[in-house]
Protein backbone atom coordinates (compact mmCIF):
# COMPACT_ATOMS: atom_id res chain seq x y z
CA UNK A 1 0.00 0.00 0.00
CA UNK A 2 1.58 2.99 -0.91
CA UNK A 3 0.58 6.18 1.08
CA UNK A 4 0.49 9.93 0.35
CA UNK A 5 0.21 11.63 3.43
CA UNK A 6 2.70 14.68 2.72
CA UNK A 7 -0.51 16.66 2.40
CA UNK A 8 -2.84 14.94 5.07
CA UNK A 9 -5.90 17.30 5.82
CA UNK A 10 -6.49 17.51 9.61
CA UNK A 11 -10.26 17.98 8.81
CA UNK A 12 -9.98 14.29 7.61
CA UNK A 13 -8.69 13.32 10.23
CA UNK A 14 -11.00 14.40 12.22
CA UNK A 15 -14.18 13.46 9.97
CA UNK A 16 -12.38 10.02 9.67
CA UNK A 17 -11.77 9.88 13.67
CA UNK A 18 -15.65 10.89 14.45
CA UNK A 19 -16.74 8.34 12.19
CA UNK A 20 -14.91 5.47 13.54
CA UNK A 21 -16.42 6.14 17.14
CA UNK A 22 -20.25 6.75 15.88
CA UNK A 23 -20.04 3.59 12.94
CA UNK A 24 -22.85 6.21 11.77
CA UNK A 25 -22.73 8.51 8.85
CA UNK A 26 -25.59 10.24 10.17
CA UNK A 27 -24.49 10.45 13.80
CA UNK A 28 -20.91 11.65 12.65
CA UNK A 29 -22.61 14.20 10.47
CA UNK A 30 -24.19 15.69 13.84
CA UNK A 31 -21.49 15.55 15.95
CA UNK A 32 -19.75 17.58 13.49
CA UNK A 33 -22.51 19.69 12.70
CA UNK A 34 -22.31 19.08 8.78
CA UNK A 35 -24.64 17.12 6.70
CA UNK A 36 -23.36 13.72 5.57
CA UNK A 37 -22.27 14.55 1.95
CA UNK A 38 -19.47 16.22 3.60
CA UNK A 39 -18.58 12.91 5.51
CA UNK A 40 -18.65 10.97 3.00
CA UNK A 41 -16.47 13.11 0.92
CA UNK A 42 -13.57 13.69 3.40
CA UNK A 43 -13.90 9.69 3.38
CA UNK A 44 -13.45 8.92 0.08
CA UNK A 45 -10.71 12.06 -0.38
CA UNK A 46 -9.00 10.39 2.68
CA UNK A 47 -9.15 6.80 1.17
CA UNK A 48 -7.48 8.06 -2.42
CA UNK A 49 -4.68 9.50 -0.10
CA UNK A 50 -4.22 6.13 1.35
CA UNK A 51 -4.70 4.22 -0.67
CA UNK A 52 -6.62 1.86 0.45
CA UNK A 53 -10.16 1.03 1.32
CA UNK A 54 -11.15 2.18 5.09
CA UNK A 55 -15.14 1.09 5.65
CA UNK A 56 -17.47 -0.72 3.99
CA UNK A 57 -21.19 0.50 3.82
CA UNK A 58 -24.17 -1.85 3.26
CA UNK A 59 -26.56 -0.16 1.04
CA UNK A 60 -29.70 -2.01 2.09
CA UNK A 61 -29.62 -1.35 5.73
CA UNK A 62 -26.81 1.55 5.77
CA UNK A 63 -24.75 -0.58 8.33
CA UNK A 64 -20.51 0.47 8.43
CA UNK A 65 -17.35 -1.13 9.32
CA UNK A 66 -13.80 -0.40 9.34
CA UNK A 67 -12.15 -2.16 6.68
CA UNK A 68 -8.87 -3.97 8.77
CA UNK A 69 -6.65 -0.66 7.07
CA UNK A 70 -9.80 1.02 8.56
CA UNK A 71 -9.12 0.32 11.52
CA UNK A 72 -5.85 0.57 12.15
CA UNK A 73 -5.95 4.03 11.15
CA UNK A 74 -8.95 4.85 13.30
CA UNK A 75 -6.79 4.06 16.29
CA UNK A 76 -3.89 6.10 15.00
CA UNK A 77 -6.19 9.22 13.73
CA UNK A 78 -8.22 9.23 17.32
CA UNK A 79 -5.72 9.67 19.53
CA UNK A 80 -4.16 12.37 16.90
CA UNK A 81 -7.88 13.86 17.20
CA UNK A 82 -8.32 13.65 21.12
CA UNK A 83 -4.86 15.20 21.45
CA UNK A 84 -6.45 18.20 19.40
CA UNK A 85 -9.36 18.17 21.34
CA UNK A 86 -7.59 18.30 24.73
CA UNK A 87 -5.49 21.31 23.43
CA UNK A 88 -8.37 22.96 22.87
CA UNK A 89 -10.00 22.38 25.92
CA UNK A 90 -6.95 23.14 27.51
CA UNK A 91 -6.76 26.55 25.72
CA UNK A 92 -10.18 27.71 26.31
CA UNK A 93 -10.36 27.43 30.21
CA UNK A 94 -6.56 29.07 30.34
CA UNK A 95 -7.89 31.78 28.64
CA UNK A 96 -11.18 31.40 30.75
CA UNK A 97 -13.25 31.81 27.53
CA UNK A 98 -17.09 31.87 28.29
CA UNK A 99 -18.42 29.47 25.79
CA UNK A 100 -16.09 26.42 27.28
CA UNK A 101 -18.27 23.58 28.75
CA UNK A 102 -17.28 20.73 30.91
CA UNK A 103 -19.91 18.18 30.00
CA UNK A 104 -21.01 15.21 32.87
CA UNK A 105 -23.05 12.06 32.08
CA UNK A 106 -24.58 10.59 35.07
CA UNK A 107 -27.99 8.87 35.81
CA UNK A 108 -30.86 11.68 36.89
CA UNK A 109 -31.13 9.38 40.30
CA UNK A 110 -27.39 10.26 41.46
CA UNK A 111 -27.90 13.80 40.16
CA UNK A 112 -29.37 14.74 44.22
CA UNK A 113 -26.80 12.20 45.95
CA UNK A 114 -23.54 13.14 44.73
CA UNK A 115 -23.15 15.76 42.16
CA UNK A 116 -25.07 18.78 43.31
CA UNK A 117 -22.92 20.17 46.24
CA UNK A 118 -19.36 19.61 44.21
CA UNK A 119 -21.31 21.72 41.36
CA UNK A 120 -21.83 24.30 43.96
CA UNK A 121 -18.55 24.62 44.88
CA UNK A 122 -17.09 24.22 41.40
CA UNK A 123 -18.81 26.86 39.35
CA UNK A 124 -18.10 29.42 42.35
CA UNK A 125 -14.46 28.84 42.01
CA UNK A 126 -15.01 28.51 37.97
CA UNK A 127 -17.35 31.19 37.04
CA UNK A 128 -16.64 31.08 33.38
CA UNK A 129 -16.89 27.56 32.77
CA UNK A 130 -20.57 26.37 31.52
CA UNK A 131 -21.35 22.60 32.78
CA UNK A 132 -23.44 20.45 30.85
CA UNK A 133 -25.31 17.36 32.76
CA UNK A 134 -26.76 14.53 30.69
CA UNK A 135 -28.96 11.85 32.17
CA UNK A 136 -28.61 8.30 30.69
CA UNK A 137 -28.05 4.69 31.44
CA UNK A 138 -24.95 3.41 31.94
CA UNK A 139 -24.87 1.61 28.26
CA UNK A 140 -25.24 5.00 26.56
CA UNK A 141 -23.35 6.84 29.19
CA UNK A 142 -20.02 4.41 28.37
CA UNK A 143 -20.69 4.94 24.71
CA UNK A 144 -20.65 8.34 24.76
CA UNK A 145 -17.68 8.39 27.01
CA UNK A 146 -15.44 6.65 24.88
CA UNK A 147 -16.51 9.25 21.84
CA UNK A 148 -15.05 11.51 24.31
CA UNK A 149 -18.56 13.28 24.65
CA UNK A 150 -18.23 13.71 28.32
CA UNK A 151 -15.65 14.75 30.00
CA UNK A 152 -16.63 12.20 32.75
CA UNK A 153 -19.24 9.92 33.71
CA UNK A 154 -20.86 9.07 37.60
CA UNK A 155 -22.66 5.57 37.07
CA UNK A 156 -23.81 2.48 38.75
CA UNK A 157 -21.78 -0.78 38.70
CA UNK A 158 -23.27 -3.99 39.34
CA UNK A 159 -20.93 -6.16 38.34
CA UNK A 160 -17.08 -5.60 37.81
CA UNK A 161 -17.55 -6.95 33.93
CA UNK A 162 -19.55 -3.60 33.42
CA UNK A 163 -16.32 -1.72 32.40
CA UNK A 164 -14.32 -3.42 30.48
CA UNK A 165 -12.52 -0.94 28.16
CA UNK A 166 -8.84 -0.40 29.02
CA UNK A 167 -9.39 2.97 28.10
CA UNK A 168 -11.49 3.80 31.08
CA UNK A 169 -10.51 4.65 34.39
CA UNK A 170 -12.99 4.34 37.61
CA UNK A 171 -12.73 5.32 40.76
CA UNK A 172 -15.15 3.95 43.45
CA UNK A 173 -17.18 6.70 45.20
CA UNK A 174 -19.60 4.45 47.72
CA UNK A 175 -21.14 1.40 47.65
CA UNK A 176 -24.97 0.82 48.53
CA UNK A 177 -27.79 -1.70 47.71
CA UNK A 178 -31.07 -1.28 46.02
CA UNK A 179 -34.84 -1.44 47.64
CA UNK A 180 -38.45 -1.49 47.46
CA UNK A 181 -39.95 1.72 48.79
CA UNK A 182 -43.64 2.83 49.81
CA UNK A 183 -45.63 5.33 51.81
CA UNK A 184 -46.80 3.39 54.55
CA UNK A 185 -49.66 6.08 54.99
CA UNK A 186 -51.22 5.81 51.24
CA UNK A 187 -50.29 2.65 50.06
CA UNK A 188 -51.41 -1.15 52.04
CA UNK A 189 -50.35 -4.14 50.78
CA UNK A 190 -50.72 -7.73 52.46
CA UNK A 191 -47.31 -9.34 50.08
CA UNK A 192 -44.90 -7.29 48.14
CA UNK A 193 -46.22 -9.64 45.34
CA UNK A 194 -49.85 -7.45 45.53
CA UNK A 195 -48.55 -4.41 45.13
CA UNK A 196 -47.78 -2.35 42.15
CA UNK A 197 -44.15 -2.12 40.71
CA UNK A 198 -43.71 1.39 39.66
CA UNK A 199 -40.16 2.14 37.37
CA UNK A 200 -38.60 4.73 35.41
CA UNK A 201 -38.88 4.21 31.42
CA UNK A 202 -35.73 5.53 30.51
CA UNK A 203 -33.66 3.21 33.22
CA UNK A 204 -33.10 0.26 31.42
CA UNK A 205 -30.36 -0.36 34.11
CA UNK A 206 -33.12 -0.36 36.91
CA UNK A 207 -35.37 -2.73 34.64
CA UNK A 208 -32.58 -5.10 34.12
CA UNK A 209 -31.25 -5.46 37.48
CA UNK A 210 -34.93 -5.85 39.40
CA UNK A 211 -35.99 -8.56 36.33
CA UNK A 212 -32.96 -10.66 37.28
CA UNK A 213 -33.50 -9.52 41.84
CA UNK A 214 -37.55 -10.95 40.64
CA UNK A 215 -36.21 -13.75 39.15
CA UNK A 216 -33.50 -14.66 41.80
CA UNK A 217 -36.09 -14.67 44.12
CA UNK A 218 -39.12 -15.93 41.99
CA UNK A 219 -41.17 -12.87 42.93
CA UNK A 220 -43.88 -11.38 40.61
CA UNK A 221 -45.73 -7.96 40.84
CA UNK A 222 -49.53 -7.52 40.18
CA UNK A 223 -48.93 -4.53 37.58
CA UNK A 224 -46.34 -2.59 36.54
CA UNK A 225 -46.32 1.32 36.22
CA UNK A 226 -43.88 3.34 33.95
CA UNK A 227 -42.89 7.02 34.05
CA UNK A 228 -40.80 9.33 32.74
CA UNK A 229 -38.16 10.02 34.97
CA UNK A 230 -36.64 8.37 38.36
CA UNK A 231 -38.28 11.53 40.05
CA UNK A 232 -41.60 11.27 38.80
CA UNK A 233 -41.31 7.57 40.20
CA UNK A 234 -40.49 9.35 43.57
CA UNK A 235 -43.43 11.24 43.19
CA UNK A 236 -46.16 8.16 42.14
CA UNK A 237 -44.55 6.26 45.35
CA UNK A 238 -45.22 8.87 47.65
CA UNK A 239 -48.45 9.44 45.74
CA UNK A 240 -49.47 5.72 47.09
CA UNK A 241 -49.95 4.47 43.12
CA UNK A 242 -47.27 1.20 44.37
CA UNK A 243 -44.03 0.66 45.25
CA UNK A 244 -40.31 1.42 43.69
CA UNK A 245 -37.57 -0.36 42.99
CA UNK A 246 -34.84 2.12 43.79
CA UNK A 247 -31.54 3.06 45.10
CA UNK A 248 -31.39 3.08 48.68
CA UNK A 249 -29.19 6.09 48.99
CA UNK A 250 -31.76 8.35 47.03
CA UNK A 251 -34.02 7.88 49.61
CA UNK A 252 -32.52 7.05 52.92
CA UNK A 253 -33.49 10.39 54.98
CA UNK A 254 -36.93 10.77 53.47
CA UNK A 255 -39.03 10.21 56.06
CA UNK A 256 -42.33 9.85 54.54
CA UNK A 257 -41.19 6.65 52.94
CA UNK A 258 -40.72 2.73 54.13
CA UNK A 259 -37.76 1.03 52.82
CA UNK A 260 -38.04 -2.54 52.37
CA UNK A 261 -34.40 -3.88 52.59
CA UNK A 262 -33.04 -6.16 49.77
CA UNK A 263 -29.69 -7.82 49.29
CA UNK A 264 -28.85 -6.18 45.83
CA UNK A 265 -25.69 -4.23 46.08
CA UNK A 266 -24.16 -1.58 44.03
CA UNK A 267 -21.32 0.28 43.42
CA UNK A 268 -21.28 3.82 42.34
CA UNK A 269 -18.05 5.06 40.77
CA UNK A 270 -16.89 7.80 38.57
CA UNK A 271 -15.35 7.10 35.36
CA UNK A 272 -13.01 8.95 32.79
CA UNK A 273 -10.53 8.51 30.17
CA UNK A 274 -6.92 9.78 31.74
CA UNK A 275 -5.57 11.55 28.49
CA UNK A 276 -8.85 13.38 27.95
CA UNK A 277 -8.49 15.42 31.27
CA UNK A 278 -8.69 18.61 31.51
CA UNK A 279 -6.60 21.33 34.35
CA UNK A 280 -10.49 22.28 35.07
CA UNK A 281 -12.14 18.47 34.64
CA UNK A 282 -9.08 17.26 36.98
CA UNK A 283 -10.06 19.34 39.87
CA UNK A 284 -13.69 18.97 39.51
CA UNK A 285 -12.89 14.93 39.71
CA UNK A 286 -10.55 15.62 42.55
CA UNK A 287 -13.73 17.31 44.51
CA UNK A 288 -14.88 13.23 44.52
CA UNK A 289 -12.09 10.79 44.20
CA UNK A 290 -8.79 11.10 45.93
CA UNK A 291 -4.83 10.42 44.81
CA UNK A 292 -5.12 6.96 46.10
CA UNK A 293 -7.70 6.32 43.61
Known sequence: MSLNSKKMNLDYVRTFAVLGQSRNMTEASQKLEVDTSYVSRHIKQLEEQLNTKLITLNSKNKEMKLTEAGQYFFEQYEKIYNEILLAEKNYHQMMEENNYKISIGIPSDLENIILKENLQEFIEKFPNISVKIRNANLEDLLKSLLQYSYDFIICKLHHSSDLLDNNILISSLF????????????????????????????????????????????????????????????????????????????ISKDIELKIIELNCPCEVVVAYIKDNLTAAVQEFLGMFINEEN
Open 175 to 250: KTNYCFVYNPVKYHFSSIEESSIIMPMSSADEKHILSQYLKRNHLTFKRSIEVESFDRMISYVKDGFGVGFVLKEA
